[in-house]
């Protein structure tokens, strides 16, 4: 059982900051791909940004500029950097991690972006 726990959401204002971290735990064999989503209300759940356990990235072209993510290997954990935010942002946040031959899912964590 792998179990992803997410935290760093919350309001912010436009033009600020926030890091989101996923860290997972549990008896993993091989964390291939570490990924970010999001989905906002009435919208489809989209991909955000994606690292390799090589460290390659990828970004979704809305957030290009203004978002890094992150991992660190020891402890499982990927992070998403989150600046310049807008009010386009605001979503319900998950990480999804590829480990083994099974995908993992985060609980959720909420970004709202307003004045």
């Known amino acids: 059982q792998v179990q992803l726990v997410e935290s760093g959401g919350g309001l912010?204002?436009?033009g600020g900051s926030l890091r989101l971290s996923c860290a997972?735990?549990?008896?993993?064999f091989s964390i291939h791909v570490m990924r970010w989503y999001r989905?906002?209300?009435?919208?489809?759940r989209e991909l955000v940004a994606a690292i390799t356990?090589?460290?390659s990235t990828n970004y979704a072209?809305?957030?290009k500029g203004?978002?890094?993510?992150?991992?660190?290997n020891a402890k499982n954990t990927v992070y998403l950097q989150m600046n310049s935010l807008k009010p386009e942002d605001t979503a319900v946040y998950y990480c999804k991690v590829n480990a083994g031959m099974t995908a993992y899912w985060g609980?959720?964590?909420q970004v709202t972006v307003s004045s």
């Not at 989905?39 to 489809?44: I, L, M, R, S």
């Not at 203004?66 to 660190?72: A, E, M, P, V």
Request: proline fraction near 7%.
């Open 12 to 14: 912010v204002q436009p």
């Open 24 to 28: 997972a735990s549990g008896s993993i």
């Open 39 to 44: 989905q906002a209300p009435g919208k489809q």
């Open 53 to 55: 356990s090589g460290g």
């Open 61 to 63: 072209d809305s957030v």
């Open 66 to 72: 203004r978002f890094t993510i992150s991992r660190d």
């Open 107 to 109: 609980q959720g964590t």
